[in-house]
């Protein structure tokens, strides 16, 4: 008898600014994992917010768009294990599901405690780990509370800066300073960041990121080298040689990241045997502090006027193309794409079969 291959729901799209980054990662997992040994399922979350699944995916995908899956098209269908209340059969529900999420709604906690209610195993992080992650203000607030050295920040509400613009103005300029960034709270791929260069910057540049979310951040400008690492496990964490950024650009910016030419990666980084050591040591430190399991890339900053090592963020669902910085970082360690993939997979289940022992109920 030929063994059932497990079934791995590939989930893409989503509400969020990051939809088209979502979709061309899917494409690139899709086309690289392993189908003789897991059975594909796409699952579609439109633009909109509709949950649509697809059939499985037998053959290597030619464009992205075949991906775009609508409640109209041959191709899809509905299945009611997306719904908690669902009475199918559990064996009905993927073995495991792998949400390609960037953003809000995905990236955030928020899908993966649908998968918790569902009881389905996924690739990733936790409700925890993904919020706090994906909430810059939090994640900063716990790296703080840990000890980890990072730039300066402040965060303001929109409620904050509806009923005192001036008063929030001059304590940015106070506390933070000029140069410095305005960022969305919840967002990622420098979406609906800014640099004020001026005084006079800050109030379009808080505008714009308060298009995209109800909180932003301010953060202190560092003059320095841009280093990213990757994190893999649950409990027993490996790590991949650095990777540093080089662009032309003011800072790594949307435009840098998808559609500039002028940004290349330097990995492995030239870096001293010291300073990577004192990378992995504090890269470790962070994925654990804001309790990521599966993976995360971490950033960091070496400022140029101490050499001091300082914490920028973490990403619990960084890019994941085949030339995005993680999968990179890790083939230049010696994992390639696919076993990447593979590795990620069996984290995922390894975590869901540990957390069947949690108990419940009292006996």
């Excluded at 594909?40 to 768009?65: A, C, F, M």
């Excluded at 269908?77 to 559990?90: D, G």
């Excluded at 202190?220 to 662009?247: A, F, Q, Y």
């Amino acid at each position: 008898m030929v063994p059932k291959k497990p079934s791995v729901a590939i989930i893409y799209g989503g509400k969020s600014a990051e939809y088209d980054v979502s979709l061309q990662t899917a494409f690139s997992v899709i086309n690289a994992i392993n189908k003789d040994h897991y059975k594909i399922i796409p699952v579609h979350i439109t633009n909109s917010g509709r949950w649509i699944e697809g059939h499985e995916v037998t053959q290597q995908l030619d464009y992205k768009e075949q991906l775009l899956l609508d409640e109209n098209s041959h191709q899809s269908y509905s299945n009611k294990w997306l719904t908690p209340m669902s009475i199918n059969p559990a064996n009905q529900k993927p073995d495991i599901a792998f949400p390609l999420l960037h953003g809000p709604n995905g990236e955030d906690g928020t899908v993966q405690g649908l998968l918790e209610l569902l009881d389905i195993a996924y690739v990733g992080s936790g409700v925890l780990g993904s919020a706090a992650g994906m909430d810059k203000v939090i994640m900063k607030d716990i790296f703080k509370s840990h000890g980890l050295k990072q730039p300066k920040y402040l965060s303001v509400t929109k409620y904050e800066w509806t009923h005192n613009k001036q008063q929030m103005i001059e304590k940015i300029k106070a506390d933070i300073g000029i140069p410095c960034f305005i960022k969305p709270a919840n967002n990622g791929s420098s979406i609906g960041i800014n640099q004020c260069k001026a005084g006079d910057d800050i109030e379009k540049a808080a505008d714009e990121a308060f298009y995209y979310d109800e909180k932003v951040i301010v953060e202190e400008k560092i003059t320095g080298r841009e280093i990213e690492i990757g994190v893999i496990g649950n409990d027993e964490l490996s790590v991949s040689v650095p990777g540093e950024i080089k662009t032309s650009s003011d800072y790594y910016d949307y435009q840098s990241k998808y559609n500039d030419g002028d940004t290349s990666l330097m990995i492995p980084a030239d870096l001293s045997e010291q300073k990577v050591n004192e990378i992995e040591e504090l890269a470790k430190k962070a994925f654990k502090c804001l309790d990521c399991k599966g993976l995360s890339r971490v950033d960091f900053f070496i400022r140029d006027s101490d050499q001091a090592v300082l914490i920028n963020e973490v990403n619990t669902m960084p890019g994941f193309t085949p030339y995005s910085m993680f999968p990179l970082l890790w083939k230049h360690t010696g994992l390639d794409y696919a076993d990447l993939i593979d590795k990620l997979i069996r984290l995922g289940i390894e975590r869901h079969q540990g957390r069947k022992a949690i108990r419940y109920r009292l006996d």
